[in-house]
């Protein structure tokens, strides 16, 4: 198993170009089904069929595991003993023609656009180069939608300030060009001239700088974001993607096409920016049902003076 697992992951490298992340998952995902085969079935990798297969979801299930997780796991399996049956060390998959199982996708959160002004001023409080970065990045991040890995990855000639363009390089190391409006220009040209050349330490192309001149990290973003949602007063967890998730929405709210945010985020597919067409409707379900009970609630009122 150890082998088959290898040769599959260095196939995906190879193809896909996926993330260490997704690669790291993959691995889990597959060791975790070999593990409960010959436990649980006493059978290796090579002896799956369909029944034990459904039995390990079955198992899953019982554990409770999310329904998110349970779908990647039947994705992963399938493309793992496709890849068996191309390779031909199986004559055929026994997974062919198994379906994912549907799961109910929760709605991301979002940050209204009150709580993210007062975020990114949150970051005026301090003068010092850090303090200048920190308000560069929290307005890039909202006013391009770009994700961590991508604001971390950043280089100081991918961005043009006089066009409010930039390119990113995102899933599957794909590049794409995103906007940004005066705001984050503002707080970027600030960063160029004044911040960025005091924490160089030497020559980098990495736009973003830790204190030491070496390229941010993701983890110092995250702390940076956290940091000043607690600052702000923001009375909920608030995290980088978050900054993401209010982008799409926002610009779906402002009469955005479909289409044009789904460009802007970098999907492939147009059904994975349509979670945020959701967001809306339940935004304004909500508006609409607190409207209809503070009416409700005034002519109460207004029953209760008359009598």
Do not use: W
Not at 73 to 90: D, I, N, P, Q, W
Not at 124 to 144: F, H, K
């Amino acid at each position: 198993m150890e082998k088959l697992l290898e040769s599959y992951i260095r196939c995906l490298i190879a193809e896909k170009n996926l993330s260490p992340l997704t690669l790291r998952n993959y691995r889990s995902d597959l060791v975790e089904l070999a593990y409960y085969l010959e436990r649980e079935e006493g059978i290796g990798p090579l002896e799956l069929t369909r029944q034990s297969f459904r039995r390990f979801l079955a198992h899953l299930r019982g554990r409770e595991v999310a329904g998110a997780s349970v779908a990647r796991k039947v994705s992963t399996a399938r493309g793992f003993y496709r890849y068996l049956a191309r390779e031909g060390v199986l004559e055929a998959s026994p997974l062919a023609g198994i379906n994912t199982p549907k799961h109910e996708r929760r709605l991301p959160g979002i940050l209204s656009k009150e709580q993210l002004t007062l975020l990114i001023e949150a970051a005026d409080e301090s003068d010092t180069p850090q303090g200048v970065r920190n308000r560069a990045i929290l307005e890039l991040m909202y006013a391009a939608g770009v994700r961590l890995s991508e604001i971390v990855s950043l280089e100081s000639g991918s961005v043009n300030l006089s066009e409010r363009t930039m390119i990113v390089r995102g899933k599957g190391n794909k590049e794409r060009m995103v906007l940004f409006g005066t705001g984050a220009e503002s707080a970027l040209r600030r960063y160029l001239q004044a911040a960025r050349p005091a924490l160089a330490r030497g020559p980098t192309n990495a736009l973003f700088l830790n204190r030491d001149g070496g390229r941010l990290s993701g983890r110092s973003v995250q702390q940076i974001v956290r940091r000043h949602a607690l600052k702000a007063g923001i009375d909920q967890r608030v995290y980088p993607h978050l900054l993401r998730h209010s982008f799409a929405t926002h610009l779906l709210d402002g009469g955005a096409e479909l289409r044009v945010v789904q460009e802007l985020l970098g999907h492939a597919s147009a059904s994975t920016t349509q979670i945020y067409t959701h967001v809306t409707e339940e935004q304004a379900r909500r508006v609409y049902t607190q409207a209809f009970y503070n009416q409700v609630r005034l002519e109460s009122r207004k029953k209760a003076k008359e009598s």
